[in-house]
């Protein structure tokens, strides 16, 4: 991609995710997560309906009169985007590719890190770790990572989300806030995803395709695996093979579903063809 072209494309979704971010998600993403815990801000004179556990003896002996300790929530958090760059992203029949959307909704998550003064980091993978970008702060730390989002090309094709779960819970020391942004369609990754949400608090954001849900009649269709490149002719007209590939599609969704909630993990499902301003501001809200 040329130099200009990248940069219209990334000032294009700079501009758009930078919007929501302040407009709709600012309060709504500082509200919904919190920091690591409280640190010591002040002491103030004891007032009507203060716990008394928060008497500061040493200050009231010394000034004769009753004060209290004062404690702020410590706000500033690390976030780690987990990134899905594997090829059944470049697949779309609606809006846009799923790709494509996982590159806004990383680009609104890391605009809202920084309204809130939280570093921000990625781990890109398929079946392997693509690549790394520690957590930072700044603006021009966010848009590297978005220009990487819309430049960065996969050496492999396959997915396997045990693999970048345990990468995150092995380089990331401190607790964070990791939003894994995946169809999730791998390999079983249970054990791992509930390994990674002890040690940190894991956000599921699961992105599908209309057509990956049910099968218009259309005929015979020549189907391609994206990460295998297995082909394969499927007779859509067949009523019996749009039923069952109904049936898998909502198999797989209630496994999701179930995994999620028996791991402790939130999680929203986000289409193509919609706005995800919905799902995102609904799971904001939830938490």
Not at 38 to 51: I, L, P, W
Not at 173 to 199: E, G, Y
Request: charged share 30%.
């Amino acid at each position: 991609m040329e130099t200009s072209e990248l940069l219209k494309k990334v000032r294009k979704i700079e501009i758009k995710t930078r919007g929501l971010s302040n407009q709709i998600f600012s309060g709504e993403y500082h509200s919904a997560f919190k920091g690591r815990g409280m640190t010591f801000s002040e002491v103030r004179e004891y007032q009507a309906g203060d716990d008394i556990r928060s008497i500061d003896w040493n200050v009231t002996a010394r000034f004769n009169n009753t004060y209290v300790k004062v404690f702020e929530e410590e706000r500033e958090m690390t976030v780690m985007l987990l990134v899905d760059v594997s090829a059944s992203g470049a697949f779309g029949t609606q809006k846009q590719l799923k790709q494509d959307l996982i590159t806004e909704l990383c680009a609104v998550l890391a605009f809202s890190s920084i309204q809130n003064n939280d570093k921000i980091g990625v781990i890109f993978f398929t079946d392997k770790i693509e690549k790394f970008i520690p957590p930072k702060k700044g603006k021009s730390h966010v848009l590297r990572i978005i220009r990487d989002l819309i430049e960065f090309k996969p050496e492999h094709k396959k997915t396997d989300l045990k693999l970048a779960l345990k990468y995150l819970t092995s380089v990331i020391k401190k607790r964070s806030i990791a939003f894994v942004i995946s169809d999730f369609m791998s390999p079983d990754f249970s054990d791992a995803l509930k390994i990674a949400n002890r040690k940190h608090d894991l956000v599921a954001l699961r992105i599908y395709d209309k057509r990956e849900l049910e099968l218009p009649n259309v005929g015979f269709v020549k189907m391609m695996d994206a990460e295998t490149n297995a082909l394969k002719w499927i007779d859509t007209s067949d009523k019996a093979v749009r039923t069952q590939y109904v049936v898998n599609a909502k198999k797989k969704e209630q496994y999701l579903k179930d995994l999620f909630n028996k791991s402790g993990v939130d999680s929203a499902n986000i289409n193509t063809s919609e706005s995800y301003i919905v799902p995102l501001t609904n799971l904001f809200k939830r938490r």
